[in-house]
């Protein structure tokens, strides 16, 4: 078990519609990571945040966005849902937010299908 | 241009043998860390072994080991003595200290079928 809780495990929805994806890092982790994984782009990184502020932003579209509370768990939000939206999206996370982070735990995804 | 170029998509292993993952990256920067993650059937990741740009020594992590080639850009993970529970995606990352924050960057990945 990493500790990384992602909910909810899979979501099937509709073409425009909008949805949200939840992570809770583990235990004392201040960083959580979002990354993203469908068959033609790969794993790609999203947006990181580092206790409550964001750190880092990777090939995230405008239709997307995230935060992190101050309980530390993240939120990814996904609108105007595409068909090419449909992925597995990770949820990793890490003790700090500055360089030479040597491991993350990640989360068991979020696997998404758009219809 | 590919930061982290994984060249076999697909490979087959006979159980009990070794087996060699390549992987080839491209940075600048002169601080960088480079892993090995398992993503089996089940669809979560699991880390193996990881290599400092600075560590002198290969990394190794039971049956795993990293054959780290700074000059030539590589870091191919090689597994010993191959077993059923092997076959899944492994996939290379980096991680840049100065150029490109904290996050990782994957490889696209091989897909390891062990055989019986």
């Known amino acids: 078990d990493s500790g990384v809780t992602q909910t909810p495990k899979h979501l099937i929805t509709a073409t425009g519609q909008r949805v949200t994806l939840r992570c809770s890092p583990r235990?004392?982790?201040?960083?959580v990571y979002w990354y993203q994984q469908s068959l033609d782009q790969g794993l790609q990184f999203l947006i990181q945040y580092y206790n409550g502020e964001e750190r880092a932003k990777g090939n995230i579209l405008e239709r997307f966005s995230a935060q992190q509370f101050p309980d530390l768990h993240s939120e990814l939000n996904l609108s105007s849902l595409e068909l090419g939206d449909s992925a597995l999206y990770f949820c990793a996370s890490s003790a700090g937010g500055e360089s030479h982070v040597l491991y993350w735990s990640f989360g068991a995804g979020t696997r998404l299908s758009v219809l | 241009a590919q930061k982290i170029t994984q060249t076999q998509p697909g490979m087959f292993v006979q159980e009990k043998e070794a087996v060699t993952l390549d992987c080839t990256y491209d940075?600048?920067?002169?601080?960088?860390?480079l892993f090995w993650y398992k993503q089996p059937s089940s669809g979560e990741m699991i880390f193996l072994i990881y290599?400092?740009?600075?560590?002198?020594q290969n990394a190794t992590e039971g049956r795993y080991s990293l054959n780290f080639q700074k000059a030539r850009k590589s870091a191919n993970l090689v597994i010993s003595a191959s077993q059923l529970g092997d076959s899944a995606m492994y996939f290379c990352?980096?991680?840049?200290?100065?150029?490109?924050?904290?996050?990782?960057?994957f490889g696209g990945g091989t897909r390891l079928m062990v055989k019986p």
């Open positions: 940075t600048s920067d002169p601080s960088y860390g």
């Open positions: 290599q400092g740009s600075y560590d002198q």
């Open positions: 235990s004392g982790d201040l960083s």
């Open positions: 990352a980096m991680r840049e200290d100065y150029n490109a924050g904290n996050m990782l960057t």
